[in-house]
C-alpha cells in the first residue's frame, strides 16, 4: 500500500493548501470567497515551468520582507539615540542594540571582551565588534556622523538577512508546504521585536543547522548547531531530539556526528577568548548565575502571587527563592532537566517516532518557562519551531496575540518604573505575562497531543515521515522497541520545486 498521504499533496506533489486543509483558515476564507478553488493551480506550478512569476515562495519571502520594512519603521523613532521623554518607551521602539553600543563601550572603539566585558556568549559580542567597531572608525573621522543610528541600521540590514534566510530556509524544509512558512513571515512577533536583541543571529546558525541535518550532512548541522550556541544558548539544547530519535532509530552514528561537530564548533569560538580574557569572556556566565527573577517569567507570576495570599508570616516561597538565588537557579535546572526526560520518555514511548521540530519546539519551551529570565525577544526562538511543530493557524494566532499583549503590558511597566507613576495596576502586567505563559503552555499540550495522535500532525498528512530528520527519516525503529513502536515508514521523494 503507498505510504503516500491521501490528504495535502497527490501523486503529482501539489503543495498543500492551508484554505482546504486548515480548519482556522478555511473558516476565515469565507470572509474573502471560500477556500482555494480546484483550478487556482497557478502557484502550485514549480518556478521556471510556468509564466507566473508569484509563487507561493515568493510570496511568502515578499511578505517577510514586508514585515520587516514595518518593524525598521516602528523602530525608527528610537533610531536618533535621542531618547528624551521616555520615547523609547512611549513608542514601543526601545532596542538593546542601540543602547549597547554605548553601554557596552563600542563608540569609544572598545574591542569586546579585550576592552569590555560582554553579557552575551562570544559570536554575539564579536557580532558586535564586528559592526559596531568600522561604525566607530567612521565617526572618528566625521564627528557629525551619528554612530548610535549607523550601527542600529546596519545591525538591522543584516538580522533582516538572516531573518529572510531563515524564511527561505523554511521553504525549502517544507517544499510541499510553502504557505507554513507564513506563520514566520507574518508573526506579530517578529515585526515587533525583530531587532531588540541579536536573536536572530542565533536562529539563523540552528535555521541551517536544521537544514543540513535534514540534507543529511550531520557534522555540518553540528557545527552550524555549535555556531548557534555560541552565539545565544538555546540552538544547543537541539542536540538533545537529534540524540533520542536517533536513539529510536538506530542512527546513534550520525546523532554523535553532529554533537562531536558541535562541541568542537563551540571549543573553537569560545577558547581564544575564554584564555586570553577569562573574566571577561565569563561575565555571561556570571550574569546569568546571579541575576533574581526577571520580568514576566513563571517565578515573577509567583511573587506577585506571594503578595497577594501572604500576610504577616514572612514572604512567601517565590519571594524566598528570589532571596536566595542558588536555590532558585537549581530548582530551574532541575524543572528544566525533568521535563527534557519527559520529552525523552515520549520520543521513546509514543506510538510512532515523533517528528524533530516537535521534541525540539518542547525543549525549547520548557527552557523558557522554568527559566528566570524569558526577555520580550525570546519569542524569536519559538517562531520556527512552531512553523515546523505545528503549522496550524489557530492556536499560532492565540500565541501570538498573548505575545503582542505581553510586548504592550512590558513597555507599560517600563514607562512606569521610568517616570515613577504606574501606567496600570501590576495586576494588568501579571495578566498579560501569565497569558504568555499559558498559550506556550497550550501549544506544547497540542503538540504532545499529535505526538501520540500522529494522524492529527498536519505535517504528517503531506509527507510520510520527517521531511527534517535526515538520515532517521523513513528509518525504522530499532529493534529492541517493542513491537507496537517497530513499523517501518519510507521517505516520499521531494518533487522538484523551488
Known sequence: ?????????????VPDHPSRSDGFVRGISGL?????????????????????????????????????????????????????????YTRFCYTDVLALYYAEG?????VPYRDHPVEYPVLTGYFMGALGLPVHALGADDPGLNQGMWFYNANALVLGALAVATVAVLLALRRRRPWDAALFALAPALLLTATVNWDL????????????????????????????????????FLFWPILLLAIRGSRLRAAFTAIGAGALALLVVNLPTALLYPK?????????????????TLWYIGRY?????????????????????????????????????GVAVLALAAPRRPRLAQLAFLVVAAFLIFSKVWSQQFVLWLLPLAVLARPKWGAFLAWQLAEVAY????????????????????GVFVLAATLRLTTVVILCLL???????????????????????????????????????????HPTPEPATT
Open 1 to 13: 500500500m503507498s505510504t503516500k498521504s491521501t490528504r495535502g499533496i497527490d501523486d503529482a506533489g
Open 32 to 88: 474573502i470567497g471560500g477556500p482555494l478553488g480546484d483550478h487556482a493551480v497557478a502557484l502550485d506550478r514549480p518556478v521556471g515551468r510556468d509564466r507566473h512569476f508569484w509563487t507561493a515562495a515568493r510570496i511568502v519571502l515578499a511578505l517577510v520582507c514586508l514585515t520587516l520594512a514595518l518593524h525598521w519603521v516602528q523602530k525608527s523613532p528610537c533610531q536618533d539615540g535621542a531618547w528624551t521623554n521616555n520615547v523609547q
Open 106 to 110: 563600542l563608540n569609544e572603539g572598545k
Open 201 to 236: 543571529l542565533a536562529i539563523g546558525f540552528a535555521a541551517f543547522g536544521l537544514l543540513a541535518w535534514a540534507r543529511r550532512r550531520p557534522a555540518l548541522a553540528g557545527l552550524l548547531l555549535g555556531l548557534g550556541g555560541a552565539a545565544k544558548l538555546w540552538p544547543l
Open 280 to 296: 571577561n569572556w565569563g561575565r555571561f556566565l556570571e550574569l546569568n548565575t546571579e541575576r533574581p527573577i526577571d520580568w514576566g
Open 305 to 341: 502571587l506571594d503578595g497577594k495570599v501572604g500576610g504577616d508570616g514572612g514572604p512567601g516561597p517565590f519571594e524566598w527563592l528570589n532571596a536566595n538565588i542558588p536555590v532558585l537557579n537549581n530548582l530551574s535546572y532541575a524543572l528544566f532537566i525533568l521535563a527534557c526526560v
Open 407 to 426: 510586548f504592550a503590558a512590558f513597555y507599560g511597566e517600563l514607562l512606569g518604573v521610568s517616570t515613577g507613576r504606574p501606567v496600570f495596576p501590576e
Open 447 to 489: 503538540i504532545v497531543r499529535e505526538v501520540l495522535r500522529p494522524e492529527q500532525d498536519a505535517v504528517r498528512r503531506t509527507y510520510a515521515d520527517d521531511p527534517d530528520a535526515g538520515v532517521i527519516d523513513g528509518a525504522p525503529d530499532a529493534p529492541w522497541l517493542p513491537r507496537r513502536h517497530t513499523q517501518a515508514v
